[in-house]
């Protein structure tokens, strides 16, 4: 794959590129490409695998980085997950819910 400086690389797995996205974002940018154009970029491969059909795979992932604290920011986290609300991926939540611990309070609105 051509990388953004012109050189080949091996292309990154869905699942790593979302983890990335979520856990670094894109501060600052690199020689080649801007900050912006960095996050439009990683927008376009999320709304690429919701499109897919991969849309709880990112929600998983959301879910086990925000849970573990892995990630600095929380801004990358919150645009993955507005992502999902946009394209309507909370439907699938039941897939990435945990099972009922003691100390969970159930909150009905």
Do not use: W
Not at 68 to 90: F, S
Request: proline share 4%; charged share 20%.
């Amino acid at each position: 794959v051509v990388n953004s400086a012109g050189g080949f690389v091996f292309a990154v797995s869905d699942e790593s590129r979302v983890r990335r996205f979520i856990i670094l974002g894109t501060a600052g940018g690199t020689y080649y490409s801007t900050e912006q154009e960095l996050t439009v970029k990683n927008v376009e491969a999320l709304i690429k695998i919701i499109e897919k059909g991969r849309g709880s795979m990112i929600l998983k992932e959301i879910y086990e980085v925000s849970l573990a604290g892995r990630n600095p920011k929380q801004d990358p986290l919150l645009m993955a997950l507005a992502l999902c609300a946009r394209h309507m991926i909370a439907g699938m939540m039941f897939v990435v819910r945990p099972q009922k611990r003691p100390n969970q309070v159930k909150v009905t609105l």
